[in-house]
């Protein structure tokens, strides 16, 4: 997809603050610094509607984009931040499950993660938990650009293992330096958003 238009809509704390809108929405999680941002960012053409991190796992929000009036992006905060205590935590965990588990318009989470290393406990933990839920999810490895093709078969393989990634789901392997996937990345989004 080209786009045109990318705004914030709205950054929420609660449910009730989520847009009142039918359009489809995917959502993206990942742990802080695995490249959240720059995949939007990518995706969407700018350079920084979604503000790369100068500080990791600072928005607690959920911020909803609005994508050529066809769709919206719900960039999830980040995981996995060891700087936010124990009570945020438990916060943060209870509004990102009340949104993936309840939001109807919900159809796909892009889950991010970073290409060079094994899944992290908080990113296996996330993927079970959406396949618990029965939520499609589109799996990216992020910077393969650190990586020599030759390898990327070995890292793909060791990352589905650690998060026992189910073959109906989508695997895309994306870097925002050489723009490796994004059109993969959009197909995948378009077709499970229904646009
Ligand atoms: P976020 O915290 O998940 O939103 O991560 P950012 O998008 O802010 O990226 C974190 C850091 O990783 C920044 O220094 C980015 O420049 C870098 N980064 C993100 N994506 C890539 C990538 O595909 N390749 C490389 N080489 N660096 C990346």
Redesign the pocket.
């Known amino acids: 997809m080209k786009v045109h238009s990318a705004e914030i809509v709205i950054s929420a704390v609660s449910k009730a603050q989520y847009p009142d809108s039918q359009l489809p929405e995917i959502a993206l999680a990942?742990?802080?610094?695995?490249?959240?941002?720059?995949?939007i960012?990518t995706l969407i053409d700018r350079k920084n509607l979604?503000r790369?991190?100068s500080k990791?796992g600072k928005t607690q929000t959920l911020n909803f984009y609005l994508i050529e009036n066809v769709l919206h992006f719900v960039d999830v905060p980040?995981y996995g931040y060891a700087k936010v205590s124990k009570t945020e935590r438990a916060k943060w965990g209870k509004m990102i499950e009340t949104y993936l588990t309840d939001r109807q318009q919900l159809k796909a989470v892009v889950s991010?993660v970073d290409m060079r290393h094994e899944p992290t406990q908080d990113d296996v933990q996330m993927y079970q938990f959406l396949k618990y839920y029965e939520i499609p999810v589109i799996v990216v490895a992020?910077?393969?650009?650190?990586i020599p093709r030759g390898k990327w078969n070995k890292h793909e393989s060791m990352i589905k293992k650690a998060l026992g990634f189910e073959k109906e789901d989508d695997f895309i392997i994306?870097?925002?330096?050489t723009k490796q996937g994004k059109e993969e990345a959009w197909q995948a989004i378009e077709s499970l958003a229904g646009i």
Do not use: Q, Y
Request: zero cysteines; a positive charge.
């Open positions: 990942g742990r802080s610094n695995v490249g959240k941002s720059s995949f960012n979604a790369t991190s990791p980040g991010l992020t910077k393969a650009d650190k994306f870097s925002s330096v």
